[in-house]
C-alpha cells in the first residue's frame, strides 16, 4: 500500500501510475471517487478512510461499497458474489446492467433498496441472504429472465412495484414472514400461473397482480380481510377465488376483479 496526505490534484497523478493499492488517509470525498472510477482504465483498488463522513469506502475494478452499502457494481461478469459485510445493496447499484446471470448475496446483507436490480433483462438467478428483510421499490422491475425468486424466511416487506413486469416469472410463493406488500408488487407479471400468500398477510395491495393474465386461482389465507383497488384487474384467466371467510364476506375495492370474465363468484 502506499500511504499519501495528498491534494485530489496529486491523487489523479497517482492513480493514472498504475498503482495497484491505494491508500488515502485525507479528506478524499466520496464524490471524487466517482469522478477517479470513471477516468481510471486499469484495475486498481482503493480504500478511502473518509473524516468527513466518519465511514469507510472501499473500491475495486468491480465494487464501489461505502460503509456497509454497496453503491455500484461495475464489472461484466456472468457470476457475481457480493463481497461479505454489505448490509445494504443500494439503489441502482446493478440497475441496467445487461451482462450478470447470476447474483449471490453473502447473510450479511439484510436490504435491497430501489431499484437495485432494475432492467437487468439477462439475470436468471438470484440467491439471497437468509437475514434478508426489505426489497424496495422498483427492486427487480423488468428482470425479465427469472422464472421464481426463492425467497427466505426472513423476508418482511416487499414495496411498491418490486418485481413489475418480470415477465418470465411463472410462480410465485412468498414465506409466512412477509407481513406487508407494496402496491403493485407483481402487476404485469403476464406469465405467472401460481400463487401463495404469506399466512399473516391483512390484505391484498391495489393493483398487486393487475395483468397477470395466467392465473386461474387464488387461495387467500385466512388473515386477508380486504382486496384493494383493481387487485386482479384483468386477470382474464382467473376461475377462482377461495377463502375460508367466504369471497362475498370480503372487503373488496374498486374494479378488483375488474376484466376477470371467467371467474365464478
Known amino acids: 500500500h502506499l500511504r499519501a496526505n495528498k491534494s485530489v490534484e496529486n491523487f489523479f497523478e497517482l492513480w493514472r501510475r498504475q498503482l495497484k493499492n491505494f491508500q488515502d488517509k485525507g479528506r478524499t470525498k466520496a464524490r471524487g471517487f466517482i469522478v477517479l472510477r470513471q477516468m481510471c482504465s486499469i484495475p486498481v483498488r482503493l480504500t478511502l478512510d473518509s473524516e468527513d463522513t466518519e465511514s469507510k469506502i472501499t473500491a475495486s475494478p468491480d465494487f464501489w461499497i461505502e460503509g456497509d452499502l454497496l453503491v455500484k457494481y461495475y464489472g461484466k461478469s456472468k457470476g457475481v458474489e457480493i463481497p461479505n459485510g454489505v448490509k445494504i445493496i443500494g439503489d441502482y447499484a446493478f440497475g441496467g446492467n445487461n451482462d450478470i446471470e447470476t447474483v449471490s448475496m453473502p447473510d450479511s446483507v439484510t436490504e435491497i433498496r430501489a431499484r437495485a436490480f432494475s432492467d437487468c433483462e439477462h439475470l436468471k438467478t438470484v440467491n439471497f441472504s437468509k437475514n434478508l ?83 386461474q386461482f387464488v387461495y387467500l389465507p385466512d388473515s386477508v380481510e380486504s382486496i384493494g383497488d383493481c387487485a386482479f384487474r384483468y386477470c382474464s384467466n382467473l376461475e377462482r377465488v377461495a377463502s375460508s371467510r367466504g369471497f362475498s364476506s370480503l372487503r373488496r375495492g374498486h374494479e378488483a376483479f375488474y376484466g376477470c370474465g371467467k371467474l365464478i363468484r
Open 133 to 215: 428483510k426489505l426489497i424496495g421499490e422498483y427492486a427487480f422491475h423488468k428482470c425479465n429472465s427469472i422464472n421464481k425468486f426463492d425467497f427466505p424466511m426472513s423476508l418482511k416487506a416487499i414495496e411498491k412495484h418490486a418485481f413489475m413486469s418480470c415477465i418470465g416469472m411463472t410462480q410465485l410463493e412468498l414465506s409466512d414472514s412477509v407481513s406487508s406488500i407494496g402496491v403493485g408488487a407483481f402487476v404485469g407479471c403476464v406469465n405467472l400461473e401460481r400463487i401463495k400468500l404469506p399466512s399473516n398477510l391483512k390484505s391484498i395491495p391495489p393493483y398487486s397482480f393487475q395483468n397477470c393474465y395466467r392465473i
